[in-house]
Protein backbone atom coordinates (compact mmCIF):
# COMPACT_ATOMS: atom_id res chain seq x y z
CA UNK A 1 0.00 0.00 0.00
CA UNK A 2 0.75 3.85 -0.31
CA UNK A 3 -0.53 6.73 0.18
CA UNK A 4 -0.79 10.14 -1.82
CA UNK A 5 -1.73 13.59 -0.18
CA UNK A 6 -1.57 17.25 -1.32
CA UNK A 7 0.14 18.54 1.38
CA UNK A 8 3.81 19.59 0.77
CA UNK A 9 6.30 16.87 1.57
CA UNK A 10 9.86 16.49 3.74
CA UNK A 11 11.95 13.78 5.07
CA UNK A 12 13.09 13.55 8.49
CA UNK A 13 16.28 14.63 8.73
CA UNK A 14 19.45 13.23 11.84
CA UNK A 15 20.07 13.71 14.17
CA UNK A 16 16.76 14.58 15.64
CA UNK A 17 16.55 12.71 18.45
CA UNK A 18 15.85 15.12 21.24
CA UNK A 19 14.07 18.85 21.62
CA UNK A 20 17.57 20.10 21.47
CA UNK A 21 18.61 19.03 18.20
CA UNK A 22 14.68 19.00 16.73
CA UNK A 23 14.22 19.55 13.18
CA UNK A 24 12.66 22.86 12.60
CA UNK A 25 9.63 22.46 9.94
CA UNK A 26 7.38 24.54 8.50
CA UNK A 27 3.69 23.85 8.66
CA UNK A 28 1.54 22.23 7.03
CA UNK A 29 3.90 18.99 6.25
CA UNK A 30 4.06 15.17 5.76
CA UNK A 31 7.69 13.81 6.64
CA UNK A 32 8.58 10.83 5.48
CA UNK A 33 11.15 9.24 7.60
CA UNK A 34 11.87 5.98 9.73
CA UNK A 35 13.08 4.50 13.25
CA UNK A 36 16.88 3.98 12.50
CA UNK A 37 17.35 1.91 15.12
CA UNK A 38 16.64 0.81 18.41
CA UNK A 39 16.06 3.60 20.71
CA UNK A 40 15.38 6.04 17.95
CA UNK A 41 13.73 9.18 18.37
CA UNK A 42 12.30 11.57 15.88
CA UNK A 43 11.84 15.39 17.28
CA UNK A 44 10.66 18.21 14.54
CA UNK A 45 10.07 21.72 16.14
CA UNK A 46 7.02 24.09 14.85
CA UNK A 47 6.41 27.70 15.81
CA UNK A 48 3.22 27.90 17.41
CA UNK A 49 0.58 30.92 18.42
CA UNK A 50 -1.62 31.34 21.41
CA UNK A 51 -5.26 29.53 20.05
CA UNK A 52 -3.78 28.04 17.40
CA UNK A 53 -4.58 24.30 16.95
CA UNK A 54 -2.18 21.71 15.02
CA UNK A 55 -2.41 18.25 13.90
CA UNK A 56 0.00 15.07 14.53
CA UNK A 57 -0.81 11.89 12.78
CA UNK A 58 1.01 9.04 11.93
CA UNK A 59 0.60 6.83 9.02
CA UNK A 60 2.72 3.61 9.27
CA UNK A 61 0.73 0.25 10.36
CA UNK A 62 -1.73 1.29 7.58
CA UNK A 63 1.16 1.26 5.18
CA UNK A 64 2.61 -1.95 7.06
CA UNK A 65 4.80 -0.85 8.79
CA UNK A 66 5.63 -2.71 11.73
CA UNK A 67 6.28 1.05 13.93
CA UNK A 68 4.05 0.46 16.90
CA UNK A 69 4.13 4.61 17.08
CA UNK A 70 4.11 7.23 20.02
CA UNK A 71 3.48 10.64 19.70
CA UNK A 72 3.60 13.64 22.13
CA UNK A 73 3.50 17.31 21.99
CA UNK A 74 5.76 19.64 24.43
CA UNK A 75 6.36 23.00 24.92
CA UNK A 76 9.82 24.81 24.81
CA UNK A 77 9.91 24.01 29.01
CA UNK A 78 9.46 20.24 28.25
CA UNK A 79 5.77 19.97 29.68
CA UNK A 80 3.76 17.21 27.86
CA UNK A 81 0.00 19.41 26.29
CA UNK A 82 -0.56 15.88 24.15
CA UNK A 83 0.26 12.58 24.28
CA UNK A 84 -0.90 9.31 22.44
CA UNK A 85 -0.29 5.56 21.49
CA UNK A 86 -3.32 3.98 19.18
CA UNK A 87 -5.76 5.46 17.59
CA UNK A 88 -8.49 3.80 15.96
CA UNK A 89 -9.59 4.00 12.48
CA UNK A 90 -12.82 2.34 11.13
CA UNK A 91 -11.35 3.12 7.60
CA UNK A 92 -8.55 0.99 8.53
CA UNK A 93 -10.10 -2.93 6.91
CA UNK A 94 -9.03 -5.57 8.41
CA UNK A 95 -5.59 -3.87 10.73
CA UNK A 96 -6.35 -5.63 13.89
CA UNK A 97 -3.77 -3.43 16.19
CA UNK A 98 -4.98 0.53 15.29
CA UNK A 99 -0.91 0.89 16.42
CA UNK A 100 -0.90 4.40 14.19
CA UNK A 101 -1.10 7.62 16.70
CA UNK A 102 -3.47 10.49 16.01
CA UNK A 103 -3.49 13.68 18.17
CA UNK A 104 -5.45 17.17 17.84
CA UNK A 105 -3.79 20.18 20.78
CA UNK A 106 -4.68 23.78 20.82
CA UNK A 107 -1.65 25.64 22.01
CA UNK A 108 -1.55 27.98 25.33
CA UNK A 109 0.85 30.22 24.21
CA UNK A 110 3.55 32.02 21.38
CA UNK A 111 6.88 30.31 21.03
CA UNK A 112 8.32 27.05 20.04
CA UNK A 113 6.59 23.23 20.42
CA UNK A 114 7.77 20.10 19.51
CA UNK A 115 6.75 17.15 18.23
CA UNK A 116 8.01 13.57 19.31
CA UNK A 117 7.84 10.30 17.27
CA UNK A 118 9.02 6.75 18.70
CA UNK A 119 8.30 3.64 19.22
CA UNK A 120 6.23 2.13 21.92
CA UNK A 121 8.44 -0.91 22.03
CA UNK A 122 11.58 1.31 21.39
CA UNK A 123 12.32 -0.55 17.97
CA UNK A 124 13.98 0.14 14.87
CA UNK A 125 15.66 -0.79 11.65
CA UNK A 126 14.74 0.17 7.91
CA UNK A 127 11.30 -1.50 7.85
CA UNK A 128 10.27 0.67 10.61
CA UNK A 129 8.79 3.61 7.96
CA UNK A 130 5.98 6.09 8.72
CA UNK A 131 4.90 9.54 7.42
CA UNK A 132 4.32 12.04 10.10
CA UNK A 133 1.71 14.56 9.10
CA UNK A 134 1.41 18.36 11.18
CA UNK A 135 -0.87 20.80 10.09
CA UNK A 136 -3.42 22.33 11.39
CA UNK A 137 -7.26 20.27 11.25
CA UNK A 138 -8.19 19.46 7.82
CA UNK A 139 -11.55 18.57 8.46
CA UNK A 140 -13.52 16.34 6.48
CA UNK A 141 -14.90 12.49 6.13
CA UNK A 142 -15.19 9.52 4.90
CA UNK A 143 -18.02 7.28 4.24
CA UNK A 144 -18.70 2.95 4.18
CA UNK A 145 -21.64 1.33 3.06
CA UNK A 146 -22.74 -1.87 4.67
CA UNK A 147 -23.38 -4.74 2.67
CA UNK A 148 -21.96 -3.77 -0.45
CA UNK A 149 -24.44 -6.07 -2.61
CA UNK A 150 -28.45 -6.19 -2.14
CA UNK A 151 -31.40 -8.53 -3.69
CA UNK A 152 -34.32 -6.32 -4.15
CA UNK A 153 -37.71 -8.03 -5.01
CA UNK A 154 -39.76 -6.53 -7.19
CA UNK A 155 -40.85 -2.70 -7.01
CA UNK A 156 -39.52 -2.86 -3.29
CA UNK A 157 -37.10 -1.39 -1.27
CA UNK A 158 -33.78 -2.62 0.44
CA UNK A 159 -31.69 -0.30 3.12
CA UNK A 160 -27.88 -0.19 3.34
CA UNK A 161 -26.13 1.37 6.31
CA UNK A 162 -23.64 4.29 6.14
CA UNK A 163 -20.87 4.87 8.10
CA UNK A 164 -19.59 8.27 8.82
CA UNK A 165 -15.66 8.52 9.76
CA UNK A 166 -15.22 11.83 10.74
CA UNK A 167 -11.80 13.31 10.24
CA UNK A 168 -10.24 16.17 12.23
CA UNK A 169 -13.28 17.25 14.58
CA UNK A 170 -15.34 17.26 11.61
CA UNK A 171 -18.92 17.67 13.18
CA UNK A 172 -21.26 18.95 10.26
CA UNK A 173 -24.25 17.59 8.83
CA UNK A 174 -23.76 14.80 6.24
CA UNK A 175 -26.68 14.83 2.97
CA UNK A 176 -26.73 11.11 1.56
CA UNK A 177 -28.48 9.91 -1.84
CA UNK A 178 -27.84 8.01 -4.75
CA UNK A 179 -25.23 9.48 -7.53
CA UNK A 180 -26.44 9.55 -11.10
CA UNK A 181 -28.68 6.32 -10.01
CA UNK A 182 -29.67 4.15 -13.06
CA UNK A 183 -33.04 4.15 -14.53
CA UNK A 184 -35.69 2.36 -12.16
CA UNK A 185 -33.76 3.33 -8.72
CA UNK A 186 -34.04 5.95 -6.33
CA UNK A 187 -33.35 7.10 -2.38
CA UNK A 188 -35.06 9.34 -0.31
CA UNK A 189 -32.27 12.22 0.72
CA UNK A 190 -31.46 11.81 4.35
CA UNK A 191 -29.33 13.54 6.87
CA UNK A 192 -26.09 11.81 9.25
CA UNK A 193 -26.17 14.22 11.95
CA UNK A 194 -23.26 15.17 14.05
CA UNK A 195 -24.23 12.68 16.85
CA UNK A 196 -24.61 9.82 14.20
CA UNK A 197 -21.96 7.48 13.70
CA UNK A 198 -24.21 5.17 11.00
CA UNK A 199 -27.90 5.99 9.18
CA UNK A 200 -29.65 3.13 7.22
CA UNK A 201 -30.25 4.72 3.68
CA UNK A 202 -33.70 3.03 1.58
CA UNK A 203 -32.80 2.29 -2.18
CA UNK A 204 -36.12 1.79 -4.09
CA UNK A 205 -37.01 0.47 -7.23
CA UNK A 206 -39.87 0.41 -9.61
CA UNK A 207 -38.66 -2.44 -11.88
CA UNK A 208 -39.83 -5.93 -11.78
CA UNK A 209 -36.34 -7.49 -12.87
CA UNK A 210 -32.87 -6.50 -13.74
CA UNK A 211 -30.71 -9.15 -15.98
CA UNK A 212 -27.89 -8.89 -14.38
CA UNK A 213 -26.77 -6.93 -10.89
CA UNK A 214 -26.15 -3.10 -11.74
CA UNK A 215 -23.90 -0.52 -10.33
CA UNK A 216 -25.32 1.92 -7.33
CA UNK A 217 -22.81 4.92 -5.70
CA UNK A 218 -23.84 6.44 -2.90
CA UNK A 219 -22.63 9.92 -2.33
CA UNK A 220 -22.13 11.99 1.02
CA UNK A 221 -22.26 15.83 0.71
CA UNK A 222 -21.49 18.54 3.32
CA UNK A 223 -20.70 22.02 3.89
CA UNK A 224 -17.29 22.43 5.70
CA UNK A 225 -16.02 26.07 6.13
CA UNK A 226 -17.02 27.46 2.96
CA UNK A 227 -16.73 24.53 0.99
CA UNK A 228 -18.97 21.94 -0.68
CA UNK A 229 -17.20 19.14 0.15
CA UNK A 230 -19.17 15.46 -1.57
CA UNK A 231 -17.45 11.82 -1.06
CA UNK A 232 -18.53 8.44 -2.33
CA UNK A 233 -19.38 6.03 -0.22
CA UNK A 234 -16.98 3.01 -0.30
CA UNK A 235 -18.45 -0.28 -0.31
CA UNK A 236 -17.70 -2.49 2.02
CA UNK A 237 -18.63 -5.44 4.42
CA UNK A 238 -18.97 -5.77 8.05
CA UNK A 239 -17.15 -8.17 9.30
CA UNK A 240 -15.84 -10.03 12.61
CA UNK A 241 -12.25 -11.66 12.94
CA UNK A 242 -10.99 -13.91 16.09
CA UNK A 243 -14.43 -13.39 17.56
CA UNK A 244 -14.13 -9.64 18.46
CA UNK A 245 -12.95 -7.65 16.21
CA UNK A 246 -15.43 -6.05 13.79
CA UNK A 247 -13.86 -4.30 10.73
CA UNK A 248 -15.23 -2.72 7.67
CA UNK A 249 -13.67 -4.35 4.89
CA UNK A 250 -13.55 -2.51 1.41
CA UNK A 251 -15.03 -3.98 -1.87
CA UNK A 252 -15.24 -2.82 -5.24
CA UNK A 253 -18.68 -1.60 -6.50
CA UNK A 254 -22.16 -1.66 -4.61
CA UNK A 255 -24.29 -4.16 -6.61
CA UNK A 256 -27.89 -4.00 -6.65
CA UNK A 257 -29.88 -7.07 -8.19
CA UNK A 258 -33.99 -7.13 -8.66
CA UNK A 259 -35.75 -10.27 -9.24
CA UNK A 260 -39.09 -11.77 -9.41
CA UNK A 261 -40.73 -13.47 -6.73
CA UNK A 262 -42.88 -15.44 -9.09
CA UNK A 263 -40.12 -16.43 -11.57
CA UNK A 264 -39.72 -20.15 -11.89
CA UNK A 265 -36.69 -21.54 -13.74
CA UNK A 266 -36.91 -24.01 -16.14
CA UNK A 267 -36.11 -27.45 -15.11
CA UNK A 268 -32.13 -28.27 -15.57
CA UNK A 269 -32.93 -31.89 -16.49
CA UNK A 270 -35.89 -32.52 -19.04
CA UNK A 271 -37.49 -36.12 -19.42
CA UNK A 272 -37.46 -37.89 -22.59
CA UNK A 273 -41.01 -37.58 -24.59
CA UNK A 274 -42.67 -41.00 -23.38
CA UNK A 275 -42.78 -43.48 -26.10
CA UNK A 276 -45.88 -44.16 -28.16
CA UNK A 277 -48.32 -46.45 -27.02
CA UNK A 278 -47.16 -50.02 -28.44
CA UNK A 279 -49.89 -53.22 -28.47
CA UNK A 280 -47.47 -55.68 -27.17
CA UNK A 281 -47.46 -59.51 -28.90
CA UNK A 282 -49.61 -61.49 -26.44
Known sequence: PFALDTLPEGSDQEPNNDASSAQKV??????????????????FQVEGRAGDTIVAEVTARRLDSPLDSLLRVTDASGKV????????????????HHADSYLMVTLPADGPYFVHLTDTAR?????YAYRLRISAPQPDFALRVVPSSVAMRAKSNATVSVYAIRKDGFTGDIKLGLKDPPGGFTASLMTLSAKQEVARLAVKTTLTET???????????????DRDVAHEAVPAEDKM????WRHLVPAEDLKALVYD?????????????????VSWPR
Do not use: C, W, Y
Open 241 to 244: QAFL
Open 261 to 277: PSFSPPPKRVPPPAPAD
Open 81 to 96: LAFNDDHEDAGAGTNT
Open 26 to 43: QLPIILNGRMDRANDEDV
Open 123 to 127: MGGDE
Open 211 to 225: KEPVNLVIEGRAKIG
